[in-house]
């Protein structure tokens, strides 16, 4: 028995067609996002980021983030 295989390209393409047809571009692409392999060393980057703030900085930060996007969304 012999088994024509396509060229994973083409695999590529219309898998990613049929995803995007089936889930819709936005929930395709999240999907697809989480098999990606990230880059860098966050670690490093962290310690460069937050380097002059308390965790009482980083936590009030986020609640005004939070309550600046719930007063959008009202």
Same mark, same amino acid.
């Given at each position: 028995? +012999? ?48 380097? &002059?703030? *308390?965790?009482? &900085? ?11 996007? *719930?007063? +959008?969304?009202?």
């Amino acid at each position: 028995m +012999v088994i024509e295989t396509k060229p994973l390209i083409d695999v590529n393409r219309r898998a990613i067609h049929l995803l995007y047809k089936e889930l819709g571009i936005v929930d395709a692409v999240r999907f697809m996002r989480q098999f990606a392999v990230g880059f860098g060393d966050y670690t490093e980057e962290r310690d460069i980021l937050f380097a &002059d703030q *308390s965790l009482e &900085d980083i936590l009030a930060e986020i609640a005004a983030r939070r309550s600046d996007v *719930s007063v +959008v969304k009202e």
